[in-house]
């Protein structure tokens, strides 16, 4: 086994066990109070980081056996067999729960088959709902850069970068769907270029080009644009990096519901 290799296994194992020690706080909460606000909440920030972390181990392929075994995790099964509604909450998070231990003992076994997809060879996030072409390419490197910050601890870089693609695909939405009907949701005068951040995400939101993600974004990834300048270089925490790449993930579903 190669160096880079086992580095990426020791890291992925260790996300791997943090997410299984937070499910089961996840778990207990819901056993408590289901209807708990605070616990529901808590229940889908934790089901959304576990996506991630799926979907990196399965190199983005819906048909991974993780990627498969994680969708599966939240449908009920009649008596033959076939999916109906959604399961129970706390049965959903014991569900995935049982994932993420699959995921750690096949990251542990010796017998030589493939274990995960090495970084450098998860294929790149596509973009093809960006209506810009000249886009595409742009996005999918920063997108992997995104994620490699993350991996190496550079919060700043990976909260910045996520924040960034965020908004080109959300001006790009904007743009693509006309200045008229943007004034009629409120849209402010001038080009699009020039409004802020908060602006464009507000009247993206207006329109009905995304749902309400990005009410989960820290006023850190607000401000990113600002971030080092005029005394603002706090330190950006590992939460708030995580954070804006799982909003920035939720937006691109919104764009792209064909995913």
């Known amino acids: 086994m190669s160096e880079s290799l086992e580095a990426q296994i020791k890291t992925f194992t260790s996300r791997l066990d943090h997410l299984i020690r937070r499910g ?6 819901l056993a408590k109070d289901s209807s708990n606000p ?20 399965s190199g983005g392929s819906k048909a991974h056996w993780l990627a498969r075994s994680f969708s599966e995790a939240f449908l009920m099964r009649s008596a033959k067999g076939n999916a109906t509604e959604g399961a129970a909450p706390k049965e959903i998070v ?26 450098e060879n998860v294929p790149p996030r596509r973009f093809e709902f960006v209506h810009n072409p000249e886009l595409r390419q742009v996005l999918e490197q920063a997108f992997t850069d995104a ?23 959300v001006t790009d939405a904007l743009e693509n769907k006309g200045l008229s009907e943007l004034a009629a949701a409120g849209a402010p005068a001038g080009k ?37 300048d005029n005394g603002n270089n706090a330190a950006i925490s ?3 990096a995580k954070l804006a790449g799982q909003v920035l993930n939720v937006i691109m579903r919104d764009l792209n519901p064909g995913r």
């Open 24 to 29: 089961q706080q996840v778990r207990d909460a």
């Open 38 to 57: 605070s616990a529901i909440v808590a229940t889908r920030a934790w089901q959304e980081e576990c996506g991630v972390a799926i979907n990196l181990l």
């Open 94 to 119: 014991q569900r995935l729960l049982d994932v993420l231990t699959q995921a750690v003992t096949a990251l542990s076994r010796e017998d030589g088959r493939p274990v995960i997809i090495a970084s």
């Open 147 to 169: 994620r490699q910050a993350m991996e190496q601890g550079d919060f700043d870089l990976a909260m910045r970068t996520s924040c960034g693609i965020l908004e080109a695909i």
């Open 192 to 228: 699009i270029g020039d409004w802020s951040f908060d602006q464009r995400i507000v009247i993206a939101e207006k329109v009905g080009l995304i749902r309400g993600g990005c009410a989960r974004l820290p006023a850190a990834a607000r401000a990113y644009r600002s971030h080092g």
């Open 238 to 240: 590992e939460r708030d």
